[in-house]
């Protein structure tokens, strides 16, 4: 191509939206292939702290020590592979547990004539609004033994029974409480891919005289399998970044996972190794990402055999029915009223384990900084505790930029996808902005801790700023808001468009007159996802957050560590309120659909 | 005569020299003290982060006299570390002033690459012994292994051995190392003292300490992990678990700070600190005042170190046990013994041997401790 015939096309392409992505495309990788080089880089350095673990170094120096010690050395087992292990066995089980509970009840609801099916829908969708460690706060306040000393758990309190170790902490609660935070993922892709099967062929296998189950069997699992496999993976890459119930439930009983183990490492001043591990998680996740591409390629083949269906005939649950509805129910409440009239109720209580009515008080929410009350913490009520209103503060900051910009940001890629389809451009920046979906979330923030502690030439360092931890969320929430961009713009057919370019509109006009107000609900959708994660982070800002730009849910680790509960449910609380009331208030002024921006 | 004379004026005008030297001294200290108040006032605000929670009754009062605001942040001590070493790095001017523990933490990453400075302010020069003035000592913390004692009256053990035996599985409490530097030092401290540790084994037990690890120290350290020690989050909560009443079986807590026994009667806990133990009743560790070389408000943070280190800026803590001035007029809690008692009893550590070893300490303890 002569330089007049490309420069020629430059101009052509260089509209506003085109521009932009190239911006976007330059700057995810930045954050995404420079942390890696930095991260890898501390892998091979000796820290301040380690010189004399290292004889004869000086900080700076090159060293092969971490690698050693981590892989090698005699206490590798300690220092990786038993973290792996549990790591693995962790998400793997939970992962299955959720995609069973997902799939069945997506199953239930979509191909059955189970009643109540609005309400269940909703219902089941909000453990995944919760804060992921929200049923492990719950779970230690219903199940604790006196191992970890303080107050008993409710159970303890009701029937005098002692639970063992292996049922209050460790392994076994970690999975159950992270399975039922993760399983609404499961039900709300299981569910869009039942609805996409045309129910013809289920009919005609029916015609055929096949009985229900080979019916299942042969036509619905295949059909399903791609959603219920990506299902597998994504929650299986999310369990591997996440920190809180692990280091909770885990803590007490000594179980390490890598999320907590690289959190150890960098606060205890091993950034070497800790990097290591980081890294070491990233891969894992990269693996998933081209693990999952693959399985959606599939997916998307099997859904364009299947054109529109006629009206679906619903399987009937028979006798089954009321047993199944009021089994689904009790579920679903256990699962969700339950964890958080747990928490709300301990937010209530003076004395934490005395569940007198005697004992029941505001104090924890509304009561001056006392050294005689209750757990004599010194700390105000939290509706009048400077810190911790700042912190709540934040938090609604960092929600609401990090939608704008995903919201925003998600559009112009979903733009720039569907106009350019089918170009190498476009299919670059829709991997490239899918990628940090699948970055464990802990080794995520050590990533943008690594990039971001010093200046880097032009870069300012963020550390101990809301941009840095904006940028945080923002970037790895962008998938979200992306993936709802892109779905929505595929809709749009270029002739509206091309006709008011024809009368003259520029590109801002027919943005915001044409296609912002066609795709208002995804666009919504698109911001409310990553409103909602910001607002109940943890894994992922853990390791950014300074004392002046504490967020709610960083800043409950404070009192969770000192045993002082009552703050920490009160909080917990306070965001699973806002969090859904957004929801609500969103979903009846914008009509946004949550479902929308999850996995595609 | 002549020479007497000479020699006499001489030493006149030595003397005359010196004390001049020493009136031009002093004035100009003086000076530069109101000059520091005034910019001080000027500046209206510092900000400090410390180790101890008592530090906002500081600084409220401290607000109070000078008017200066005082933004304090309570942070645990690797937080702190932490938090000073990465806003120093990222070149962030947030904190004016430290109280700050775990000297070989502070040593290698903030004082040697020159983000924190050494600052004695004029209350502490004579009050506090010339030892400890490089860096100055705010205080020195005691942490102890307690019990319950409504179950015991007196203490269940006689040595720090017996908490690894059968009897003690799965009842001793402690602070997860790796997250406590202090703990890291005190126990490099077994490791340097080695001798003494096996040689209370021996008393105690009549045989020889069979060793798995190097040294007599990190036996004991792996010892301790493996009988399903129990590790906790926070002292507050281990003094809480070790002396709430009402206990079939209550556990053991391991080097916890003593001053949280301040709260065990207005808790209702049954708490008493094993003084007797062999060979060391616990560790003490000291606290340092230290100024940020690259602070906001540099004057109103000399002013507010001028504060702490006298009588009335130490006032928050002289009500508690378990925490003692090294400011010498400050008296210790009525309720408390005298630091020498306590000196005597607990063992602390070499800084530079601690810097040395606490890697090791720290590598057994997450090998041991791991499931």
């Not at chain 1, 000594?254 to 999320?259: A, D, E, P, Q, W």
């Not at chain 2, 001017?93 to 502070?106: A, T, W």
């Not at chain 2, 003292?193 to 069979?210: I, M, N, P, T, V």
């Not at chain 2, 001035?325 to 400050?330: E, Q």
């Amino acid at each position: 191509m002569n330089p007049q015939a490309f420069l020629g096309r430059v101009r052509r392409n260089a509209t506003p939206h085109t521009i932009l992505s190239v911006v976007i495309i330059a700057f995810l990788l930045y954050v995404v292939v420079v942390p890696l080089a930095v991260m890898i880089k501390e892998t091979f350095i000796v820290h301040p702290m380690e010189r004399f673990q290292i004889p004869g170094t000086l900080p700076g120096d090159a060293t092969l020590s971490h690698w050693k010690k981590t892989f090698t050395g005699s206490s590798a087992g300690a220092f990786f592979f038993k973290p792996l292990m549990n790591t693995l066995i962790m998400s793997i089980s939970m992962s299955i547990l959720a995609m069973l509970i997902g799939g069945i009840l997506a199953w239930l609801v979509v191909r059955t004539d189970l009643p109540g099916k609005k309400f269940i829908s909703n219902l089941a969708i909000v453990p995944y609004i919760m804060p992921s460690w929200t049923m492990s706060l719950a779970w230690i306040t219903l199940f604790k033994n006196p191992r970890i000393g303080g107050s008993v758990g409710l159970f303890q309190y009701l029937t005098g029974i002692t639970l063992p170790d292996w049922f209050s902490y460790g392994m076994f609660p970690i999975v159950i409480t992270l399975a039922v935070h993760y399983f609404p993922f499961g039900f709300m892709l299981i569910s869009s891919a039942l609805e996409n099967i045309d129910s013809q062929l289920e009919e005609s296998a029916e015609l055929l005289g096949a009985g229900r189950r080979l019916t299942l069997r042969r036509i619905v699992f295949p059909l399903v399998m791609p959603a219920i496999l990506s299902t597998f993976l994504l929650t299986f890459s999310r369990g591997l970044g996440t920190f809180g119930t692990p280091s909770f439930l885990g803590g007490p009983v000594r179980l390490y996972v890598l999320s907590t183990l690289l959190h150890a490492n960098l606060v205890g001043q091993r950034p070497g190794m800790a990097y290591l591990v980081a890294l070491v998680m990233i891969l894992m996740g990269s693996l998933i990402l081209y693990m999952d591409t693959k399985l959606l390629g599939a997916r998307k083949s099997y859904v364009t055999i299947s054109g529109k269906g006629g009206k679906r005939g619903l399987v009937s649950l028979g006798k089954a029915k009321w047993p199944v509805t009021v089994l689904v129910m009790v579920f679903l409440v256990c699962v969700t009223f339950v964890p958080f009239g747990v928490l709300a109720i301990e937010s209530l209580t003076l004395i934490p384990g005395d569940y007198s009515l005697s004992n029941l008080t505001l104090h924890y929410w509304i009561g001056p900084a006392s050294t005689s009350i209750g757990l004599r913490t010194g700390e105000a009520g939290i509706l009048r505790n400077t810190e911790i209103l700042r912190a709540l503060g934040n938090s609604l900051k960092v929600g609401l930029l990090t939608a704008l910009v995903c919201g925003v940001l998600g559009m112009l890629i979903g733009y720039t996808v569907a106009r350019m389809r089918g170009t190498r451009f476009a299919s670059a920046l829709d991997q490239l902005s899918f990628m940090p979906y699948l970055m464990p979330s802990i080794a995520f923030g050590s990533a943008f801790l690594a990039l971001f502690s010093v200046p880097r030439g032009p870069v300012p360092s963020l550390y101990g700023t809301l941009a840095l931890l904006v940028l945080a969320c923002a970037v790895k929430y962008l998938p979200y808001s992306s993936r709802a961009g892109i779905s929505a713009m595929m809709q749009i057919g270029p002739e509206l468009e091309e006709a008011a370019t024809m009368a003259g509109a520029s590109w801002f006009k027919r943005i915001s007159s044409i296609i912002f107000p066609l795709q208002k609900s995804s666009f919504f959708s698109g911001l409310l996802l990553p409103f909602i994660s910001a607002m109940r982070e943890l894994s992922l800002v853990v390791l950014l957050v300074t004392p002046g730009t504490q967020l709610a849910t960083s800043i409950t680790l404070k009192f969770t560590d000192r045993g002082w509960y009552p703050y920490t449910n009160a909080v917990m609380v306070l965001i699973v309120l806002t969090v859904l009331a957004t929801t609500w208030i969103s979903r009846k002024l914008m009509g946004t659909d949550l479902a929308k921006g999850i996995g595609g | 005569m002549k020479r007497t004379v000479r020699l006499s004026v001489s030493i006149l005008m030595v003397v005359t020299l010196l004390m001049s030297l020493s009136v031009v001294g002093s004035a100009q200290t003086a000076e530069n003290w109101n000059d520091i108040v005034k910019a001080a006032t000027k500046e209206g605000k510092v900000v400090v982060y410390s180790t101890t929670s008592r530090i906002m009754a500081a600084a409220e009062a401290f607000q109070q006299r000078t008017g200066i605001k005082v933004e304090a942040h309570r942070l645990s001590e690797t937080e702190l570390i932490e938090r000073v070493y990465r806003e120093a790095r990222a070149g962030i001017k947030s904190v004016d002033l430290v109280l700050i523990e775990d000297f070989p933490s502070m040593k290698e990453l903030l004082v040697t690459p020159g983000y924190l400075v050494n600052y004695v302010p004029p209350s502490a020069r004579k009050a506090v012994p010339e030892s400890m003035h490089n860096p100055l000592v705010f205080a020195h913390v005691s942490r102890v292994v307690g019990y319950n004692s409504e179950k015991y009256k007196t203490a269940p053990f006689e040595s720090i051995w017996d908490l690894t035996t059968p009897q003690w599985k799965g009842k001793v409490m402690i602070r997860d190392l790796a997250l406590t530097g202090e703990h890291q030092n005190a126990f490099t401290e077994l490791i340097r003292r080695s001798d003494e540790l096996a040689l209370d084994y021996e008393k105690r037990f009549g045989k020889k300490l069979q060793l798995r690890e190097d040294n007599a120290g990190l036996e004991f350290l792996r010892r301790l992990s493996e009988n399903d020690i129990i590790i906790m989050t926070s002292d507050t909560r281990i003094a809480e678990a070790v002396g709430k009443k009402g206990q079939e079986d209550p556990p053991v807590g391991f080097f916890y700070v003593y001053s949280k026994h301040r709260d065990a009667e207005a808790k209702n806990l049954a708490i008493k600190a094993a003084v007797d133990l062999k060979p060391f009743a616990g560790y003490y560790y000291d606290m340092y005042l230290q100024l940020s070389s690259n602070p906001a408000n540099p004057n109103a943070a000399k002013l507010f170190a001028d504060y702490l280190m006298s009588l009335e800026g130490f006032t928050p803590w002289s009500s508690d046990i378990g925490i003692y001035a090294s400011n010498g007029a400050i008296e210790h809690h009525p309720q408390d013994m005298p630091w020498e008692w306590w000196e005597s009893r607990l063992w602390t550590y070499d800084p530079d041997f601690a810097i040395q070893n606490r890697g090791i300490v720290l590598d057994t303890w997450i090998r041991s401790v791991s499931k």
